[in-house]
């Protein structure tokens, strides 16, 4: 059976996000690698530089096994990049978060995203772009596809009327204001 024009466009646009999501990986580890780094550890560093995590957290944010972002993070804290501290809301848990170095070198990881922020200056209608991804993320994160990172479109904070707007924080936001990370995000 013939797929539908609807089955071959949505096919074409799940290769061409593989793709992206290739290109984005091997610039990631390019520069992992200038650094002394995995692109795992990277990848680390990076989400920590954004909010704090747990171990479980980290490893079902990536897909991976708990042992396996274990030992990456372990190898980061040798290095000196990260600190652990007793989860607060549970003392049994530890959060980890990067050191003054760690966040240093965070930045200097973000420099691998250069070519993709110089193509992505160039293409029209970035709002739309980055409202239909976010939307997309979303889905996917409702479905439970994929575990929830603190994204503002799944915040039970968010209010749609009239634009959007947090209720938490009582700010009227643009999509653009919208976060994949918000440590203060309270799912819906």
């Known amino acids: 059976m013939e797929a539908s024009q609807e089955e071959r466009r949505q096919e074409k646009l799940l290769a061409l996000l593989e793709r992206l999501a290739q290109v984005e990986r091997a610039l990631l580890t390019r520069e992992a690698f200038h650094l002394g780094l995995t692109a795992l550890q990277a990848q680390l560093l990076l989400h920590l530089s954004q ?6 957290a980290l490893a079902e ?3 991976l096994t708990p042992a396996t972002v274990s030992e990456a993070l372990t190898s980061l804290e040798r290095k000196g990049l990260l600190s652990r501290a007793k989860d607060e809301q549970d003392g049994r848990r530890w959060v980890l978060k990067p050191t003054v170095e760690g966040v240093k070198l965070a930045q200097a990881l973000k420099t691998y995203a250069a070519p993709f922020r ?3 200056a160039q293409i029209p209608h970035q709002e739309e772009v980055l409202s239909g991804l976010m939307e997309l993320l979303a889905k996917l994160v409702r479905q439970g596809t994929v575990p929830e990172t603190g994204l503002c479109l799944t915040c039970r904070h968010l209010r749609r009327e ?4 947090c209720s938490l924080l009582g700010l009227a936001l643009t999509p653009w204001d ?3 990370a918000c440590p203060d995000h309270a799912p819906a």
């Open 162 to 165: 009239d634009g959007l707007f």
């Open 61 to 63: 944010l990536l897909a």
């Open 178 to 180: 919208l976060r994949l």
């Open 118 to 120: 110089q193509a992505l």
């Open 51 to 56: 909010r704090p995590y747990g171990v479980v």
